[in-house]
């Protein structure tokens, strides 16, 4: 409930779009059990003015009638057109929403995340919400809406045939969709969550295809990837036969309430309480007002799933942000010192420090290296400074003021960073360079380049600059890869430049001309080298060596 209360919030911002579906529907369905009614009445009507060889006004029926077939056509396509600009409106706020709540939460907050489950509750579990409104909110609403229309109309001509019309309408509209609920629940839920990890492990599979062979468990991915998608399908085709027979169920309670409309309506024609034109029109009405109810076994089967991935995007949209800015920040310096003063850093969860009384001093114009093993703590100097993570004890403070004092996001305007796990899109590689920078020339990128070392790789290309790197550099080696990362560092034009392990997967002739590059070329700039090899170590000014997250003199 709590979760069905959180969408229809957001169905406020486009109250009257929904209103206005709902109307249409109701519209065009009133239209077409008055056509269907009507054009029984009149062909009855016709029938017995021939046997009794009188004369009838036909022309009024015959407009009618024609008048609710256009209404019917007009309203049908009209709804459509409304109720799904409706439902892609609500996704577009869904979606915003959503990328408002994460992005607060990167990357510390998602790390338990893998890249697949995240693309899934972007993407599927979004979708799958828009069955909410199209297959459960509005048609519930036109249901209702139309049930008590026809139960009305029918009471004018006889109460009991509009009593047994809404009973029915209660069985095939609440009873049965309620059963339907009861046993379909199960399935519809673990279609969602299994759809979700299969989604994750194909993710995982297409980007460790190249790991997966080499250890020889491709086979093994394969196989569990396939008993996966055999139970979606065993839960696919246990809500396919719920859904017939729940088509069944209303099919049956539609032919029932024209018998039943029959059995009552001829002993009050043969009383001349009821004309006997009368008799077919409410048979017919009996019948065809069935249509309203048909969605409704069907949304409350896709009820559970819906609300499964309600949950599974609320989950993460409500967790709390592991970083918070300032109620009132103060601007952050232009440039200054990064200064770490008594650092210490335990992740959450893990039992042990990653860091422990941690000082340096980074001054504009300055180069620190950062050496260590894998593991040691390098990195996580990186997350602190740019305010990913806080630290559990200490103070690190920029040009003079403590880092939770200044807004994130223009804090780490300060900070060009090269990662050890920079992304590159799939993407041209102007583009992927340009997202460092947007209004950089194409004199700018190859100044970059040139500096990076891989200008000359790049203009051999058929392509050039316009070359697409494919999914995640899939075109580029590791190498080209990192060098294209350093290259979009330098164009972001920030006080401070951070190398995390920059020339991983470079050949040593590479490895010291890029570095030797990059110093001179930014000798301007504060400069945090993180590395495990020796490399061009005589230009810093400091070396600082980390093991076991401590600083070893």
Same mark, same amino acid.
Not at 43 to 72: E, K, Q
Not at 427 to 456: F, K, W, Y
């Given at each position: 409930?709590?979760?069905?209360?959180? /969408?229809?919030?957001?169905?406020?911002?486009?109250?009257?779009?929904?209103?206005?579906?709902?109307?249409? &529907? #109701?519209?065009?369905?009133?239209?077409?059990?008055?056509?269907?009614?009507?054009?029984?009445?009149?062909?009855?009507?016709?029938?017995?003015?021939?046997?009794?060889?009188?004369?009838?006004?036909?022309? =009024?029926?015959?407009?009618?009638?024609?008048?609710?077939?256009?209404?019917? !056509?007009?309203?049908?396509?009209?709804?459509?057109?409304?109720?799904?600009?409706? =439902?892609?409106?609500?996704?577009?706020?869904?979606?915003?929403?959503?990328? @408002?709540?994460?992005?607060?939460?990167?990357?510390? %907050?998602?790390?338990?995340?893998?890249? %697949?489950?995240?693309?899934?509750?972007?993407?599927?579990?979004?979708? +799958?919400?828009?069955?909410?409104?199209?297959?459960?909110?509005?048609?519930?609403?036109?249901?209702?809406?139309?049930?008590?229309?026809?139960?009305?109309?029918?009471?004018?001509?006889?109460?009991?045939?509009?009593?047994?019309?809404?009973?029915?309408f209660a069985l095939a509209g609440v009873l049965l969709p309620a059963a339907v609920l009861r046993f379909g629940a199960a399935p519809s839920e673990r279609i969602t969550e299994r759809t979700a990890r299969l989604n994750m492990l194909v993710v995982d599979s297409v980007e460790g295809l190249a790991e997966l062979h080499?250890?020889?468990?491709?086979?093994?991915?394969?196989?569990?990837?396939?008993?996966?998608?055999?139970?979606?399908?065993?839960? @696919?085709?246990?809500?396919?036969?719920? &859904?017939?027979?729940?088509?069944?169920?209303?099919? /049956?309670?539609?032919?029932?309430?024209?018998? $039943?409309?029959?059995?009552?309506?001829?002993?009050?024609?043969?009383?001349?309480?009821?004309?006997?034109?009368?008799? !077919?029109?409410?048979?017919?009405?009996?019948?065809?007002?069935?249509?309203?109810? !048909?969605?409704?076994?069907?949304?409350?089967?896709?009820? *559970?799933?819906?609300?499964?991935?309600?949950?599974?995007?609320?989950?993460?949209?409500?967790? *709390?942000?592991?970083?918070?800015?300032?109620?009132?920040?103060?601007?952050?310096?232009?440039?200054?010192?990064?200064?770490?003063?008594?650092?210490?850093?335990?992740?959450?969860?893990?039992?042990?420090?990653?860091?422990?009384?941690?000082?340096?001093?980074?001054?504009? %114009? +300055?180069?620190?290296?950062?050496?260590? *093993?894998?593991?040691?703590?390098?990195? &996580?100097?990186?997350?602190?400074?740019?305010?990913?993570?806080?630290?559990?004890?200490?103070?690190?403070?920029?040009?003079?003021?403590? /880092?939770?004092?200044?807004?994130?996001?223009?804090?780490?305007?300060?900070?060009?960073?090269?990662?050890?796990?920079?992304?590159?899109?799939?993407?041209?590689?102007?583009?992927?360079?340009?997202?460092?920078? *947007?209004?950089?020339?194409?004199?700018?990128?190859?100044?970059?380049?040139?500096?990076?070392?891989?200008?000359?790789?790049?203009?051999?290309?058929?392509?050039?600059y316009r070359t697409y790197v494919g999914m995640n550099g899939l075109k580029l080696s590791g190498g080209q890869a990192r060098r294209l990362a350093v290259a979009r560092a330098l164009l972001k034009d920030a006080p401070v430049l951070v190398l995390d392990e920059p020339t991983e997967g470079m050949d040593g002739e590479?490895?010291?001309?890029? $570095?030797?590059?990059?110093?001179?070329?930014?000798?301007?700039?504060?400069?945090? $080298?993180?590395?495990?090899?020796? #490399?061009?170590?005589?230009?810093?000014? @400091?070396?600082?060596?980390?093991?076991?997250?401590?600083?070893?003199?």
């Amino acid at each position: 409930m709590t979760e069905i209360i959180r /969408l229809l919030k957001f169905f406020r911002v486009y109250r009257r779009w929904i209103a206005l579906s709902i109307a249409l &529907s #109701v519209a065009a369905i009133a239209a077409n059990i008055a056509l269907i009614a009507t054009s029984g009445w009149f062909i009855t009507a016709m029938g017995l003015a021939g046997l009794a060889g009188v004369a009838m006004n036909y022309f =009024t029926p015959a407009a009618m009638i024609r008048g609710f077939a256009i209404v019917r !056509t007009g309203g049908r396509y009209a709804e459509r057109l409304i109720s799904h600009e409706a =439902t892609f409106r609500l996704l577009a706020v869904l979606r915003t929403w959503f990328y @408002e709540r994460i992005e607060p939460l990167a990357p510390a %907050g998602l790390q338990a995340f893998r890249s %697949g489950d995240l693309f899934t509750r972007i993407r599927n579990d979004i979708d +799958r919400l828009e069955l909410f409104f199209l297959r459960l909110f509005a048609p519930a609403a036109v249901a209702l809406l139309v049930s008590l229309m026809v139960v009305m109309v029918l009471w004018l001509y006889d109460g009991r045939i509009a009593l047994t019309q809404f009973g029915l309408f209660a069985l095939a509209g609440v009873l049965l969709p309620a059963a339907v609920l009861r046993f379909g629940a199960a399935p519809s839920e673990r279609i969602t969550e299994r759809t979700a990890r299969l989604n994750m492990l194909v993710v995982d599979s297409v980007e460790g295809l190249a790991e997966l062979h080499l250890y020889g468990q491709a086979q093994a991915r394969a196989a569990s990837l396939r008993a996966l998608s055999d139970d979606i399908i065993a839960d @696919e085709r246990r809500l396919a036969r719920l &859904s017939a027979i729940s088509q069944a169920g209303v099919g /049956l309670a539609a032919n029932l309430a024209m018998f $039943l409309a029959l059995l009552l309506a001829v002993p009050a024609v043969a009383l001349g309480h009821i004309a006997p034109p009368e008799l !077919t029109m409410l048979a017919l009405m009996a019948l065809v007002s069935f249509e309203a109810i !048909t969605p409704i076994p069907l949304a409350i089967q896709s009820l *559970p799933g819906t609300l499964a991935s309600a949950r599974r995007l609320f989950a993460i949209a409500d967790a *709390p942000p592991p970083v918070r800015d300032p109620l009132e920040p103060v601007p952050v310096p232009q440039q200054g010192d990064l200064v770490f003063e008594g650092v210490c850093l335990t992740y959450p969860g893990a039992r042990e420090a990653a860091l422990t009384d941690i000082d340096l001093r980074l001054a504009p %114009g +300055r180069r620190i290296a950062v050496m260590g *093993p894998s593991g040691a703590g390098k990195s &996580s100097l990186v997350g602190l400074a740019l305010r990913f993570w806080e630290p559990s004890r200490g103070r690190i403070t920029y040009g003079g003021v403590a /880092l939770d004092r200044m807004p994130s996001d223009e804090l780490r305007r300060r900070f060009s960073v090269v990662s050890q796990h920079d992304h590159l899109f799939t993407a041209t590689i102007a583009d992927n360079l340009r997202v460092a920078n *947007p209004g950089a020339s194409d004199a700018d990128l190859e100044d970059a380049c040139r500096i990076a070392q891989i200008h000359e790789f790049i203009v051999a290309q058929p392509d050039g600059y316009r070359t697409y790197v494919g999914m995640n550099g899939l075109k580029l080696s590791g190498g080209q890869a990192r060098r294209l990362a350093v290259a979009r560092a330098l164009l972001k034009d920030a006080p401070v430049l951070v190398l995390d392990e920059p020339t991983e997967g470079m050949d040593g002739e590479t490895e010291q001309a890029l $570095l030797a590059a990059v110093m001179k070329a930014r000798s301007d700039r504060a400069v945090l $080298l993180i590395t495990h090899r020796p #490399v061009r170590l005589e230009t810093m000014n @400091e070396i600082v060596r980390i093991e076991n997250g401590r600083v070893v003199r």
